[in-house]
């Protein structure tokens, strides 16, 4: 910019657009400068469609306006001028001309769609005097102060309106009391004379707000015009939209100056928009509205109902039924030209069909899921229909969104229900889908009930969950806590289960006495029936109806019948392109060889990371860990580990087993000890019963585990450099597993992470443990089991020395959950306090723990697979943190050379998307 | 190593010395070869010093034979064959000859002193028929004997005894039967008859446990001779002493092979040991001790008492006057060559001075800034008596080790009175210097007992302690803690004031019930003495008698008489000669004006961190603190606050007017919230009744705030911008109080610092808040302050993204230790659990908090300097982190171009010596 101001006059701020290729300046490739209207005005223009001639004010003089204490760069007006000399000449018509005055429309357009901005004015041109030449060259007297009614109203609400106050609202009374005074029901009721009249009012209405009055002079009203275009870029209602949507890197705005077409001009005028295709079902017919003898403004306002498109064809004058014909044909070219289904506006003028503007068209996931099958398979997937092929595969692939496939995987509401059901409080979608049923607020409630009723539906609802609520937790419909974030236990349990769940919404207060929760003035008591969208996060009163997913019954519950259904066939279409494009692998996170099936099912190419300490938790495993954890010697800890050891070698045959033939990364235990003991006194109480310990031992040894900050604390590999006995059951476990699964012809690759490693000495110390219990057992065994030792990168100072750790490492796996909480100094449990306000103020464009931080925490992944493969240039390289299921992570993953992500099962569809999409682009 | 080994024929293993430059091999500068002990013999060679000839097998040698399975590399042996016929060839005897023999000493020697190693094998060669060749040529018969039964006696300890269980005690249990028989009282009383039937039952003992007969082949007693002491570099003793010293990066040892000389051949002979100063006092004067007819291990041994060197001048025989002459014309001869004070090993043989070793000789902090300031001005700092100059300024800087102007700044224990006092239990040396006083447990209890009488004594005993204790830590003695690091709290703040402190005394039992701490046997009480010598860790009961430092007088303390001691002449010398050579600058950490005069009298050269919140716990102030925490409304808020500008603004003021034209880095707010408030339930009663809140409000409030991991919580910029209140009223302080001292012709010069920032956008959302306060203030005031604003470089992140954040901060400040805790991920207040098994099993070097890991968190500082520059040429890059007073952490910050460290008042000048030794050796 700073260039570009210097030499202003030779910079070109205004674009000619209409009349063909040979008059056009500009095309739908110069969004950045021309906004997406004025591009694609443009490009319709190229494409030789009906486009109203005008030119458009580019974004850059908006971004000049706005750092120059509103002054328009040098040029801008000699150029405004000129183009609109040229297009004078060109119509045959002068703004302002008593005799035939050229009108014109201003409107707002930024590089994306964006409400807030002042948005239309039409009929800009029209004066005591040109009404009068454009009534006399129209012969539409009623229109023609139709036109300077609204003119008035709209340039005084919309140009003038945020420096005056004067409003909409304003002339509206003023309307109604003229409709009242002549007994008008309708607008369109109003007679020339009495519009004449209702001008009058109006300008009077004007003057006595503006303190001036309603300008006369054409070329002031647009002046006027342009630069309540550029100002309402920075108001505040824009600001908070960019604010919100993380829209960031504009100029500004474009202005579009264009020749107005009337849709009022009687019975043989209209106006409308429309959808190419359907945008909530991805149905390949028209969606659109419009209505007759009628400006824009009036579909959007709502003033009068507008019909459905279709209705075109049935109206009176058949006239009609041919203008739909255009539109249709008109709506198909654009659909081809642009490669993608179109939101268009267009107006008719006295039977003329012209095109007012084209943009991509907003859908639901399910609909961009089947346009982008549809328009590459040219078939349409419910009815078999065919259709014309539009896309490429590889085309189809890149008009899907990260997250697209994920409404075709989970139960959802039925959509009127839910439009009618009352809303109880809001918060993070932390867990997709929908989930129904009765409050609880207990975990082994939870379960309890399940158990003694399996189709028995609950909602856990709690503070936050732990590890040791994961029963509950899996046997509920849902979760619902009023603490935690998108990466809170809850919130990961749940994803990876494709369970829903809905976290930190605050405006619960739970009480877990009277075992009431209340938001508000509303008290829920348990057992009451609630109804979560874990897609959205919002909670329900009642009960909601529910469908399930086609894909998870066909992928994950092997419902042979389901593969027929359509759905179930476009996730199989999309998956399948996936694959054949990607060129990195994805594996998934699972503990449990039920998890692991699922993953395998849903395309996942071998375990990412299997974390072990899930499995200390069930059942009576725990109270060996508990022993080890009390015990007062190595040979006492050694006695406990020995309890444990047949039931870990039992998960992992399981595990092997369902991953046969692929890899399946296995992390020694991670969390620090204090988790797996109980912080209540009854708790502590009844361990010390079971233990054989007297109570006061029991409380000392929690207390004594306490930690300031755990996450920095005594876990990970740290366990096993303090306890080797660990690492020597776990390795053990392992690898008697592998040998076990083994002669029973299972394929087995384990690979053996040791966490949390900052320092290639504190890798030494537990490989070394590692390889020797693995070589005596594969000896002992006379087996041919082969297994890899390698390690987590999720400590800065990992990524920072991975050349030295890779002389250790055969493989690393970031943990990018735990390098963000330590490169960006965030725990995750308690960043609740500020991140809202981190958001809202744009310090952070997003939570860094649901898309990686390419510029901060990206830059240690780079480093370390960069430093790593120096020193072992075939390192393989993995993630296993929460953001292998991101898309725009996993795009990141892929620009920096890792051979695979690793997620939940039900994310691996969507890392194979964008793993392909990633793949496609490059 | 590999490479070496490929062409072993070609490579020189044994370097031969003695006879004058022109036959020795190598010198002083070959030490990692030659070890230190050979190295020096060849030194001392070259200088033609009087030194047995012989040889060295270099430590390259024995590496190779470390890892080769005990096999010499190729071409050694032929090589010591050569060089030992060289040897023969020059004295004109030979190993093991009947008539004439050769006899050596084997001694290890590795390029650093090491215990546990194998030491000496003396008189090497004798052989039952060498023997009488020996005594012929010799006249000497006892002393012949002699020689052969403490070589069998030493062979079969050292040489054989690791293999097979032979100690010098088995042949100690014979000579006093033998001693018994013949009624003789000392060794010497042996004649020779006698002495050769000791050799005789001793050649048995050998035969008995090493089930072959004692060696005749002279060349076969070499060769185990070398393999021992090559095998006892992997002794258990020796890897342990390597281990606990942190000795790394040595090839092995080497093995010295030296002509024997012989103190026991009558009263012309002795041998002796001497310091050619006073190592404990640093008094120019030698300390040393020497027998007469004896051989070198028995002054070691102690089986007889040796006699201080001075009295050699008064033994009968002339002969000793003579050589106590030349033995101190070689020991000044021996400081000049080598630029440092030795310890020499002496024998002398029938009248010949030979000189056995040199080495530098061990000193205490006190002797050490002693020899460095007397060798390089050449006058006796107590006596003013002239010396020589043996030193440059430069030299004698780098004969200091950092710490050891520490010694000189605290108190300390009278020498003697520790000594018999009783140890009850120890901790880490958290605080320097002495501390005594009577047991008290609280704080507040501390603060009463000194505020009633001021000359009341205590030692305040916490588990740990927090910020609301440091009025008791003040008036304290010393703190004693059971837990906690060399980083803790109670650490840091005892540091900080030079004060004593014990920390993580984990033997320590604390019931604070009954106000008694209990260590294994012994219960303390409150009002009990305990003294605490805070540089070794060590707690004793009762008082122990300290004398002040004459340092602190002076310099804190401004006593002018203080000023004439010796010590703070050799203090300031040290200081002047520092501030000569150095060209980084050194500032100090203090939050209070009396804290900033302190470390500006010990030569800051400004405030670098100046921590603000310290100052809200001070009497009233913590109320409006707890009052802004509680508030409801950012008006409420701002009521809170308005009370502590007044304090706050008076507390920058009193900095500033202690600072005159220095700089003063003031650190915005960085502590979370729950700080401030009181977890207790009585004490948050206290807290409603004085807010006037209802309890419960209180206690939802502290519950609200706590945190899973505040260290990574809501805290440090965090809190400025959820409450941007907070950073406007503490701008407000910072600037009113600027303006307010210019006004007094203070020069003021403010740099504000933002902590914990971790993104460009962090910084600059609080970098406008002090912007637009500070310039509306300095507008309205007229005032011509000028003021920077900058941030901490503490999380990784900011590191990485450096070049970023240097747009906006005019100055880095590295918080080494906040960075240290989230590049290793380690919590400091929770590495007790495992960081001594880190220590211990060498998986990291040295504790990180202490000194800065180079290797990692290095990396990070050395990133943002580069980055940081890259962006802002000019940046100002400091660090004030504890490690801002760790000698090796600030020649680590020389060298990656900070231009300034900054610690803690009392460390200044020990980092004003080590920026010095940096620039010296740069």
């Given at each position: ?392 595969a590889k085309?189809?692939v890149l008009?899907l969104?990260g997250n697209d496939l994920e409404?075709?995987l ?85 994803r990876g289960?494709g ?52 894909v998870?019954?066909?992928v994950a ?14 996730y199989k279409q999309v998956s399948d392109w996936s694959d054949e494009f990607r060129k990195m692998k994805v594996r998934t996170n699972a503990d449990l060889p039920?998890d692991a099936a699922v993953g395998r099912e849903f395309g996942a190419e071998g375990i990412g990371l299997c974390r ?40 992992f045959?399981?595990i092997f087993k369902a991953m046969n033939g692929l890899p399946v990364t296995i992390r ?66 392992i690898?008697?597993?592998a ?7 299972v394929k087995v690759l384990p690979e053996i992470m040791v966490p ?29 089991v082969k297994y890899l030792v390698g390690t987590m990168i999720e400590?800065?100072?990992?990524a920072?020395?991975a050349?030295?750790?890779a002389?250790?490492a055969e493989f690393f796996s970031f943990g990018t959950n735990?390098l ?31 898309t990686l931080?390419a510029?901060?925490v990206g830059?240690?992944v780079e480093?370390g697979v960069k430093?790593g493969r120096?020193?072992r240039p075939d390192l393989k390289c993995g993630i296993c943190g929460e953001h292998g299921g991101d898309p725009n992570s996993v795009k990141f993953c892929y620009k920096v050379g890792l051979n695979y992500v690793s997620c939940s099962p039900y994310r691996v569809p969507i890392a194979r998307l964008a793993a392909a999409q990633a793949a496609i682009v490059r």
């Amino acid at each position: 910019m700073a260039k570009q101001t210097k030499s202003p006059a030779k910079k070109k701020y205004v674009f000619f657009y209409g009349f063909g290729k040979k008059h056009t300046e500009g095309d739908a490739s110069m969004k950045a400068i021309l906004g997406g209207k004025g591009a694609n005005l443009a490009e319709m223009a190229n494409a030789g469609l009906p486009v109203p001639p005008g030119f458009t004010i580019s974004t850059e003089a908006c971004a000049y306006y706005s750092k120059h204490n509103s002054q328009y760069p040098a040029g801008m007006m000699e150029q405004l001028k000129a183009q609109l000399a040229k297009l004078e000449k060109m119509t045959g018509k002068k703004l302002g001309d008593p005799r035939d005055p050229l009108l014109v429309s201003v409107r707002s357009g930024a590089a994306i769609s964006m409400p807030g901005m002042m948005d239309t004015v039409l009929n800009l041109g029209l004066t005591d005097k040109s009404i009068c030449g454009f009534i006399e060259k129209t012969g539409q007297e009623r229109a023609g102060w139709d036109c300077y009614r609204r003119f008035v109203d709209m340039f005084g609400d919309v140009v003038m309106g945020p420096s005056t106050g004067l409003t909409h609202h304003d002339f509206e009374v003023e309307m109604q009391r003229l409709k009242d005074k002549y007994g008008a029901k309708e607008d369109t009721a109003l007679t020339a004379d009495q519009l004449k009249e209702l001008v009058d009012i109006y300008k009077r209405v004007y003057q006595q707000k503006v303190k001036k009055p309603f300008p006369q002079d054409p070329m002031e009203q647009l002046r006027l015009s342009v630069n309540a275009v550029f100002g309402s870029w920075n108001s505040e209602r824009a600001e908070k939209y960019r604010q919100i949507n993380k829209v960031t890197g504009l100029l500004g705005t474009a202005v579009n100056v264009c020749t107005m077409v009337f849709g009022n001009m009687g019975s043989t005028s209209g106006t409308g928009v429309s959808f190419t295709r359907d945008g909530a079902t991805g149905e390949d017919k028209p969606m659109g509205e419009y209505l007759i003898n009628a400006q824009g403004e009036d579909v959007v306002a709502g003033i009068r109902t507008p019909k459905h498109l279709e209705e075109m064809v049935n109206e009176p004058d058949p006239l009609w039924k041919k203008m739909y014909a255009e539109l249709r044909a008109i709506m198909a070219r654009l659909e081809r030209h642009y490669k993608y289904p179109q939101d268009v506006e267009f107006t008719i003028e006295q039977g003329k069909l012209w095109m007012l503007q084209t943009r991509n068209a907003k859908r639901t996931g399910l609909a961009g899921v089947r346009w982008a099958v549809e328009m590459a398979t040219g078939r349409d997937v419910f009815a078999g229909k065919a259709q014309p092929k539009i896309l490429s595969a590889k085309e189809a692939v890149l008009t899907l969104h990260g997250n697209d496939l994920e409404q075709l995987l989970f139960p959802i509401f039925h959509i009127e229900e839910e439009k009618k059901a009352e809303v109880i409080a809001t918060g993070l979608p932390a867990g997709p889908g929908a989930g129904v049923g009765k409050i609880v607020f207990y975990a082994h409630d939870a379960e309890a009930m399940v158990g003694k009723n399996k189709d028995e539906k609950v909602i856990l609802v709690r503070h936050e969950t732990s590890p040791e609520d994961v029963g509950g937790m899996w046997a509920a419909q849902g979760i619902l806590t009023s603490t935690g974030g998108m990466t809170s236990h809850a919130a990961v349990v749940a994803r990876g289960w494709g369970k829903c769940c809905i976290a930190g919404a605050s405006a619960l207060h739970i009480n877990y006495d009277t075992r009431t929760v209340t938001v508000g003035h509303n008290t829920l008591k348990e057992g009451d029936w609630i109804s979560l969208n874990g897609s959205t996060g919002i909670v329900y009163r009642g009960q909601i109806g529910t469908q399930a997913s086609p894909v998870v019954e066909a992928v994950a519950h092997g419902n042979k019948e389901a593969r027929k259904h359509p759905i179930y066939k476009m996730y199989k279409q999309v998956s399948d392109w996936s694959d054949e494009f990607r060129k990195m692998k994805v594996r998934t996170n699972a503990d449990l060889p039920k998890d692991a099936a699922v993953g395998r099912e849903f395309g996942a190419e071998g375990i990412g990371l299997c974390r072990t300490e899930h499995m200390f938790f069930e059942g009576e495993r725990i109270w060996a860990v508990r022993e080890f954890i009390l015990a007062d010697s190595k040979e006492a800890r050694e006695k406990a580990l020995a309890k444990l050891l047949p039931l870990q070698r039992g998960d992992f045959e399981g595990i092997f087993k369902a991953m046969n033939g692929l890899p399946v990364t296995i992390r020694l235990i991670d969390p620090p000890l204090h988790e797996f003991v109980p912080h209540g006194a009854r708790e502590q109480e009844e361990m010390a019963t079971r233990l054989g310990l007297p109570v006061e031992k029991v409380a000392q040894r929690v207390k004594q585990l306490h930690e300031m900050n755990p996450m920095l604390g005594h876990r990970g590999c740290r366990l096993s450099i303090t306890y080797p006995e660990l690492c020597v059951m776990q390795t053990q476990a392992i690898i008697e597993a592998a040998c076990n699964v083994e002669k029973k012809k299972v394929k087995v690759l384990p690979e053996i992470m040791v966490p949390l490693v900052g320092a290639k000495t504190e890798l030494d110390y537990c490989a070394r443990i590692i390889r020797s219990v693995a070589e005596r057992i594969i000896k002992d065994r006379k087996s041919k089991v082969k297994y890899l030792v390698g390690t987590m990168i999720e400590i800065p100072r990992a990524a920072l020395t991975a050349d030295q750790i890779a002389e250790s490492a055969e493989f690393f796996s970031f943990g990018t959950n735990d390098l963000t909480q330590m490169t960006f100094g965030f725990s995750r449990d308690d960043i609740g306090s500020f991140l809202p306000a981190y958001l809202n103020e744009k310090i952070l464009p997003v939570d860094p723990f649901q898309t990686l931080d390419a510029g901060g925490v990206g830059q240690l992944v780079e480093m370390g697979v960069k430093r790593g493969r120096e020193t072992r240039p075939d390192l393989k390289c993995g993630i296993c943190g929460e953001h292998g299921g991101d898309p725009n992570s996993v795009k990141f993953c892929y620009k920096v050379g890792l051979n695979y992500v690793s997620c939940s099962p039900y994310r691996v569809p969507i890392a194979r998307l964008a793993a392909a999409q990633a793949a496609i682009v490059r």
